[in-house]
């Protein structure tokens, strides 16, 4: 690296803010499971500038009503803190108001949740007009149960909110009017915006829809770019696309919309699904789903559920989805040893064997491609194209080649 780049890099690193993650084990979830809960939460902290020097984690029943982690572990926490001079705790759950209170009573620094660093992120990506109300709206609907103690002003302070004590009832009702003022203007806005995009929808006519849906960061708006020749902003960080993109995509002079939309997250704040759900029309009104999967990831099984669910949430999981597990020069492939008689799962198969056990198990089309380097994208086009072909014949639901035969399905 040059000595410029060397710099660069420092002072990108001179701004990260430093902080400790905290997270719990709980009796639904192992301690594989918290560990890499808080690896997202990392990567989450990382993409807000945000850099975890620390991570706590307790075993309990159930998170501590009054300071989330028990009296011990909060001291533990509290000390480190004092002597490394942190000013953040990041938490990987949604903590009350009175949790948040405490806990920067306790700590003596500034206190995020796992919803309101997903809020702050949500704020810094939205870069349209439609995408920033969406953003504000959640935001101030995450506020609103938590309004005792606070500010009104609302802007991030000392970590995400301003905090004053004492305000008194009569404050108190005044910024509860306000909050509930401001939501009230910004879902007017948005329903403005709504109608107009629906407009916009309703002039493409009857175009074939195709959407790109999937885990954030799992590589969908560099298979847009790579499908539709053009240049959506892709970035190896959580949540790099917020608004729809939508190009038209012509293959073998079959035309049809491919969209690209925000990416889902496990803990997902309803605030962010309940106000993005008008940007997610394109997903609901789509013919079919591409549903990309990071076949690298080690909890992708679970990332897939996290997918579905939120289709559920959004009415749209009776779609025809095809699955596109992409990142294949990134899977890593251990072997087991022959003595070694636990049950095979992603990792310790190789991704022929992946591929023929995800096909037998859920008795569903899928490709197994690497978008950054261009493996198997040919072939995605061709099955995109025959998908596209039988919707326009009115072969819906699927049936015949893809949907039902996999005999040629292979990896790239």
């Known amino acids: 690296m040059t000595e410029k780049g060397t710099q660069v890099q420092n002072k990108q690193e001179s701004k990260m803010e430093r902080a400790v993650l905290i997270s719990a084990v709980t009796p639904d979830i192992t301690e594989l499971q918290a560990n890499e809960y808080l690896d997202e939460l990392e990567f989450l902290a990382m993409t807000a500038s945000i850099e975890g020097v620390k991570r706590f984690l307790q075993r309990i029943d159930k998170p501590n009503s009054s300071t989330y982690v028990g009296k011990g572990k909060l001291q533990d926490i509290k000390d480190y803190i004092a002597e490394n001079d942190i000013h953040l ?90 909050v509930m003022d401001k939501i009230s203007q910004l879902k007017d806005q948005l329903k403005k915006i709504d109608r107009q995009m629906a407009t916009q929808r309703s002039h493409r006519g ?75 029309d394109e997903v609901r009104e789509a013919d079919i789903l591409l549903h990309v999967v990071d076949v690298s990831h080690p909890n992708f099984e679970d990332q897939i559920k996290v997918v579905k669910k939120t289709l559920e949430e959004i009415g749209a999981a009776n779609k025809p989805v095809f699955m596109v597990f992409n990142k294949i020069d990134a899977y890593k492939f251990t072997p087991k040893s022959e003595f070694d008689l636990s049950e095979d799962r992603p990792g310790n198969i190789s991704l022929r064997q992946l591929e023929e056990s995800w096909v037998a198990k859920e008795n569903s089309p899928a490709i197994f491609i690497s978008a950054k380097e261009k493996k198997g994208i040919d072939k995605l086009r061709n099955d995109l194209y025959k998908m596209v072909g039988e919707t326009i014949r009115g072969r819906y639901p699927f049936t015949g080649f893809l949907w039902q035969n996999f005999d040629d399905l292979e990896v790239v």
């Open 89 to 178: 705790a990041v938490f990987d759950d949604e903590l009350s108001g009175a949790q948040v209170r405490n806990l920067e009573k306790e700590l003596n620094c500034s206190i995020l949740d796992r919803t309101s660093l997903i809020l702050d992120i949500f704020a810094m990506r939205a870069q349209t007009a439609y995408a920033k109300t969406q953003v504000q709206l959640a935001r101030y609907q995450y506020i609103l149960p938590r309004l005792t103690g606070m500010w009104s002003h609302l802007e991030r302070q000392r970590g995400g909110r301003g905090t004053r004590g004492g305000a008194g009832e009569k404050q108190l009702e005044t910024d509860r009017r306000i």
């Open 206 to 280: 009857s175009m074939v829809r195709v959407s790109l849906v999937g885990y954030t960061n799992v590589g969908k708006s560099t298979i847009m770019n790579l499908l539709s020749k053009s240049n959506v902003f892709a970035e190896n960080k959580l949540f790099a696309t917020l608004d729809t993109t939508v190009r038209k995509v012509v293959i073998d002079n079959t035309p049809f919309l491919l969209s690209d939309t925000v990416g889902f997250i496990r803990k997902l704040p309803h605030q962010l699904v309940e106000s993005f759900k008008s940007t997610l």
